[in-house]
């Protein structure tokens, strides 16, 4: 069965410090997306991508963070000077827009 | 705005017993809604998605319902095992224009006992 596949699946990193976290998506789904979950809350929508632009971005998805399509498989979620509450854990994910997503196995933030 | 409420918020049964966990939601306009597992520190795993037009899906031990007028779903789970251990989040698709993002509830944590 496809897979949505993310990496690394743990970084630790210093305030302020830039991270790039990196996905998969599923090769014929047109839509990604990035969610996040901080320990013991919901998981939250943060941004999707569609057509190579963003089509939709939550309030949380300030001008620290970016995301990016280069190579036409992968799919980036950057975050330019990283803070305490940024802790969190990453999902990726992918869909057709029509049969439900695919979520990556995630990448779990520390910011120390 | 959707909000998705998930009741219980915790389960524990022993093993063997069949057992149902609520999802509500505030918004009845929802393209589809999904049911996820969770365990502890891992990845999302779609257990059922359930599109506006249907009422229930089921895959093994597993059965949604939707009634979408209401705002509700359940997640029916037959015959419980220590392996379902886990939390079980509900999440609704909403409908129109380019917005696909889901609205998650904060899950079930389900506990199984052998």
């Known amino acids: 069965e496809p897979e949505v596949t993310q990496t690394p699946s743990h970084q630790v990193t210093q305030m302020g410090q830039e991270v790039i976290l990196r996905c998969v998506p599923i090769?014929?789904?047109?839509?990604f997306y990035w969610y996040r979950q901080i320990l013991g809350q919901k998981v939250e929508f943060l941004v999707s991508?569609?057509?190579?632009?963003?089509?939709?971005k939550s309030e949380i998805f300030d001008d620290q963070f970016s995301v990016e399509r280069p190579d036409g498989s992968n799919f980036t979620l950057k975050i330019r000077s990283t803070k305490l509450e940024d802790s969190a854990m990453y999902f990726c994910?992918?869909?057709?827009?029509?049969?439900?997503?695919?979520f990556g196995s995630g990448t779990r933030l520390t910011v120390v | 705005k959707q909000e998705v409420t998930q009741i219980p918020a915790a389960l524990s049964v022993p093993e063997g017993e069949n057992l149902v966990l609520n999802c509500s939601f505030t918004?009845?306009?929802?393209?589809?809604l999904q049911w996820f597992r969770q365990d502890p520190g891992k990845g999302l795993t779609s257990l059922l998605l359930?599109?506006?037009?249907?009422r229930e899906q089921t895959s093994g031990r597993l059965n949604a319902s939707l009634d979408k007028s209401s705002g509700r779903s359940t997640l029916y789970i037959a015959a419980s095992q220590p392996g379902d251990s886990a939390t079980y989040l509900c999440?609704?698709?909403?409908?129109?224009?380019?917005?696909?993002?889901?609205?998650f509830g904060k899950g079930t944590l389900l506990t199984v006992n052998p």
């Open positions: 991508f569609y057509n190579n632009e963003i089509s939709e």
């Open positions: 994910a992918s869909d057709t827009g029509a049969y439900g997503y695919t």
């Open positions: 090769s014929n789904h047109l839509y």
């Open positions: 359930i599109q506006s037009s249907q």
């Open positions: 918004d009845s306009a929802i393209y589809n």
């Open positions: 999440a609704v698709r909403e409908v129109g224009g380019s917005n696909y993002k889901l609205t």
